[in-house]
């Protein structure tokens, strides 16, 4: 097992107007102003990043932005692209998120575009791939779940998978309420960092951060991140309550392992 930092994400998705993003992420500030072992990550709206950054900054929350378009600026009206999720104090961007894919058009090749760009813009993406019920059912998730990354990181080099996160998110485990278990959420972990290994090379596959996302929340984080390969969360639901989204991120702490 590599030597991984644990990070959970906030995905606020279309939640929170301005003023009640500004009040989350001030109790957030004060309920984690002594956590060190594990990265936060939160992604307000795009109408909130503003407020948010200037509360969060200086503290250890990172801002992320849920999605971008890979062109830096034109006539691309209700787009937000990479320098400007920059300048507005993201770190992070989320990509190829399921719900993306389910309502936007998002695919494969989009998702990719969106990739080379945040990481062109300097911000570090957050990759997400996972399957659907059906596909599950079918026997399809390592199919599905290796075209998603295949295709998301297609023409990326090692230097870029550096700045890369991935999160594994099954779509019927995406505010369910129906969490994967823990052997579920591993194999694929498991899986997803196997195929990187193969494409990038066995010192990117150590390093490279894989999220679990669906219905995460305090009662299960400790579970899932005693795997091997599971090294953090994307949290949706939960992270809309700060003392929720705290309790994940503090139980979120690896256990100590003899790995020798
Ligand atoms: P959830 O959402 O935690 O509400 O299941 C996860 C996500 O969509 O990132």
Same mark, same amino acid.
């Given at each position: 097992?590599?030597?991984?930092?644990?990070?959970?994400?906030?995905n606020?998705?279309?939640?929170?107007?301005?003023?009640?993003?500004?009040?989350?992420?001030?109790?957030?500030k004060?309920?984690?102003?002594?956590?060190?072992d594990?990265?936060?990550?939160?992604?307000?709206?795009?109408?909130?990043?503003?407020?948010?950054?200037?509360?969060?900054?200086?503290?250890?929350?990172?801002?992320?932005?849920?999605?971008?378009?890979?062109?830096?600026?034109?006539?691309?009206?209700?787009?937000?692209?990479?320098?400007?999720?920059? +300048?507005?104090?993201?770190?992070?961007? #989320?990509? &190829?998120?399921?719900?993306?894919?389910?309502?936007? /058009?998002?695919? *494969? $090749?989009?998702?990719?575009?969106?990739?080379?760009?945040?990481?062109?813009?300097?911000?570090?993406p957050?990759?997400?791939?996972?399957?659907?019920?059906g596909?599950?059912?079918?026997?399809?998730?390592?199919?599905?779940?290796?075209?998603?990354?295949?295709?998301?990181?297609?023409?990326?080099?090692?230097?870029?998978?550096?700045?890369?996160?991935?999160?594994?998110?099954?779509?019927?485990?995406?505010?369910?309420?129906?969490?994967?278990?823990r052997?579920? +959420?591993?194999?694929?972990?498991?899986f #997803?960092? &196997?195929?990187?290994?193969?494409?990038?090379?066995? /010192?990117?596959? *150590? $390093?490279?951060?894989?999220?679990?996302?669906?219905?995460?929340?305090?009662?299960?984080?400790?579970?899932?991140?005693?795997?091997?390969?599971?090294?953090?969360?994307?949290v949706?639901?939960?992270?809309?309550?700060?003392e929720?989204?705290?309790?994940?991120?503090?139980?979120?702490?690896?256990?100590?392992?003899?790995?020798?």
């Amino acid at each position: 097992m590599g030597n991984r930092r644990p990070l959970i994400a906030g995905n606020w998705k279309m939640f929170k107007t301005a003023p009640e993003a500004a009040d989350l992420a001030s109790r957030l500030k004060s309920l984690l102003h002594d956590l060190t072992d594990v990265d936060v990550m939160v992604a307000p709206a795009f109408t909130a990043l503003g407020v948010v950054a200037d509360i969060v900054k200086g503290s250890a929350i990172h801002l992320g932005g849920q999605d971008l378009f890979w062109e830096r600026e034109g006539a691309y009206t209700g787009q937000v692209s990479a320098p400007m999720l920059k +300048a507005a104090g993201c770190s992070h961007v #989320i990509i &190829g998120h399921s719900e993306r894919r389910q309502y936007f /058009g998002e695919t *494969n $090749a989009t998702a990719n575009r969106k990739m080379k760009a945040a990481l062109a813009g300097g911000l570090m993406p957050v990759l997400c791939v996972g399957e659907s019920e059906g596909e599950r059912e079918a026997g399809q998730t390592f199919p599905v779940v290796k075209g998603q990354l295949e295709g998301g990181l297609n023409g990326l080099d090692a230097e870029g998978l550096e700045q890369a996160t991935v999160a594994y998110e099954p779509v019927w485990a995406i505010g369910t309420g129906k969490t994967a278990t823990r052997e579920q +959420a591993q194999e694929v972990h498991q899986f #997803i960092r &196997g195929r990187i290994k193969e494409s990038f090379g066995e /010192g990117i596959a *150590n $390093a490279l951060r894989i999220l679990y996302g669906g219905s995460v929340k305090s009662a299960n984080i400790a579970e899932l991140i005693a795997m091997d390969d599971i090294d953090g969360a994307l949290v949706g639901g939960a992270s809309l309550d700060a003392e929720s989204f705290a309790a994940i991120a503090r139980n979120a702490v690896r256990p100590v392992k003899d790995h020798s």
